[in-house]
């Protein structure tokens, strides 16, 4: 990402944060009537956590050793719970506000059937005594359990969901696929986002899920960098110590934050650590006779570097790689492509394409919205297109608040059957 892009997201991200921090302030001021100390109390706190936030970011982003992990670990979990609970607030304003407009209706009705000889005072008294005690009760329950869930889950996204690893277990049938491949397994890992909150320890835990999952092949599928190039040796690193765990090694490809970090130090972290980086390009698992073809394209959103995914290149580097001419053009398919809005395009194309990118929502309470928000609807686990085959993994890391809520981090085990 570059500083233009950089200053701009910060631009948007302070917006945002500080219309949901007013939000939140001004919702618990008037729910529980706070006085001149509380309301000084709660403006320290959610000012402490909003700068204290963004100038972690800053600082990290200038001085990668910047002792920030542990501070803006707190800071962001105290504004994510501001997020979630802004989120819910806005829900119970909306629930208040129908509240309100269906008691003026039914008012309005029970007034026109009213005898003409009772008087508006005597009607308006009682509604006065009851309903505005009843509703500021409303009111004070539906922000207390509005921050009570925001809290809370924040909580739990930071302290255990970001670590609840799981394995997934994925079995695919890949027509045309030789029985001597059959049972054959990929692993893959997604969305690690090496930096401030995944470092050695974080690596260590990932290695391990690999080796238990066994793997013949190993495959990342891109985001391994979060937004630094000067933790490509801790890439190199890792991806070394991969190699040896599975018979076929590891392929990578590109993300769109390895991007932002710099495709160079990327690629040469790959490559230095005896990983095959796919870009645009395929190669051949097995052999031309018995084997399949793995495919893998640069990301979606490096179009905007004039770059891009080239499904069309990859399939044309098949022969050469092989050594041979038409045989690779059956073989079944396998395409790597970081974002899965590619499926759109290789949908018919290719047997299996594995993605990642969407963290699985990475904050889910309740329901997903990204299910609603990103194209084709591609959030996680298996989807079909045109006879085509789509996994979508839910990816290691995380981008943002250091939390994941229903969205557990996995590595994923895929078994092909012929």
């Not at 690893?165 to 030789?178: A, K």
């Not at 001597?180 to 320890?201: E, P, T």
């Not at 889910?364 to 996680?380: K, T």
């Amino acid at each position: 990402m570059g500083v233009a892009g950089f200053v701009m997201f910060f631009i948007v991200m302070l917006s945002v944060l500080l219309a949901l921090n007013l939000q939140v302030f001004r919702w618990a001021k008037k729910a529980f009537r706070l006085g001149v100390p509380a309301q000084r109390a709660l403006k320290v706190a959610l000012g402490a956590a909003f700068v204290t936030m963004l100038l972690g970011r800053l600082a990290d982003r200038v001085w990668s050793q910047a002792p920030v992990r542990e501070i803006l670990a707190v800071s962001s979990t105290l504004e994510l719970a501001v997020i979630i609970s802004a989120i819910l607030l806005l829900v119970v304003d909306a629930g208040l506000l129908l509240q309100r407009l269906l008691g003026r209706a039914r008012s309005a009705l029970q007034s026109s059937r009213q005898s003409s000889t009772r008087s508006a005072q005597g009607d308006t008294g009682p509604t006065i005594a009851v309903e505005l005690p009843r509703r500021a009760f409303i009111a004070q329950a539906a922000a207390g359990s509005a921050f009570l869930i925001g809290g809370s889950s924040s909580l739990y996204g930071a302290l255990r969901g970001r670590h609840d690893y799981t394995i997934e277990q994925v079995p695919v049938s890949l027509p045309g696929l030789s029985r001597a491949f059959d049972g054959f397994s990929i692993v893959q890992l997604s969305d690690v986002h090496i930096g401030l909150f995944v470092g050695d320890a974080e690596l260590a835990t990932a290695a391990e899920l690999i080796r238990q999952a066994k793997p013949d092949l190993i495959v990342l599928t891109g985001d391994l960098l979060d937004n630094d190039a000067r933790l490509a040796d801790r890439l190199g690193r890792f991806v070394r110590r991969l190699g040896p765990l599975a018979r076929e090694g590891v392929v990578a490809i590109s993300g769109n934050h390895d991007f932002y970090a710099g495709i160079g130090a990327f690629e040469a972290a790959i490559r230095g650590a005896g990983g095959r980086l796919l870009r645009n390009q395929a190669e051949v698992i097995g052999s031309a006779s018995a084997g399949f073809a793995l495919l893998g394209v640069d990301d979606v959103w490096a179009r905007r570097l004039g770059g891009g995914p080239d499904l069309k290149r990859a399939l044309r580097s098949l022969p050469r790689l092989a050594g041979q001419l038409a045989p690779t053009q059956d073989l079944p398919r396998v395409l790597l492509c970081h974002n899965p809005s590619y499926f759109e395009h290789a949908a018919g194309h290719v047997a299996l394409q594995l993605s990642g990118h969407t963290h699985g929502g990475q904050v889910n309470l309740g329901l997903r919205p990204a299910d609603y928000l990103l194209p084709g609807g591609w959030v996680a686990g298996s989807y079909q297109r045109n006879g085509s085959q789509l996994y979508v993994n839910r990816g290691f890391g995380t981008v943002g608040p250091p939390a994941r809520i229903g969205a557990p981090p996995e590595v994923t085990r895929i078994v092909l059957t012929a």
